[in-house]
């Protein structure tokens, strides 16, 4: 399987950034706060803790950008996750951030 993170493999350039996130899933109501490292139109690339379960789709809320985007996971090696942007949703009643 080729690295996802190979710049090679890659068809989209994506912009580094540090940006502060929170992984937010509707069905528990949990929330994983993450670290956004570098991003595109079509994805971007999180960092999360190493124990933390990240779900197969969830929304990204980010506080700086006041944008939610609705993702689905891609790759996952060790605290970092790749994930695809589905489309946007406002941020959910219930988190406060």
């Known amino acids: 399987m080729?690295?996802?993170t190979n710049d090679d493999t890659r068809k989209l350039h994506r912009q580094r950034v540090l940006k502060g996130a929170t992984i937010l899933?509707?069905?528990?109501k949990s929330e994983i706060t993450c670290?956004?490292?570098?991003m595109h139109e079509q994805g971007a690339e999180l960092r999360?803790?190493?124990?933390?379960t990240v779900p197969?789709?969830?929304?990204?809320y980010v506080p700086v950008d006041g944008i939610g985007y609705l993702c689905e996971l891609r790759?996952?090696?060790?605290?970092?996750v790749g994930?695809?942007?589905?489309?946007?949703?406002?941020?959910p009643h219930w988190?406060?951030?």
């Open 2 to 4: 080729p690295d996802p």
């Open 25 to 28: 899933n509707g069905v528990s």
């Open 35 to 38: 670290t956004i490292r570098n």
């Open 48 to 52: 999360v803790p190493l124990e933390a």
């Open 56 to 60: 197969k789709s969830f929304l990204l």
């Open 75 to 80: 790759w996952r090696h060790g605290t970092r």
């Open 83 to 91: 994930v695809h942007f589905t489309g946007t949703a406002p941020k």
């Open 95 to 97: 988190h406060y951030g």
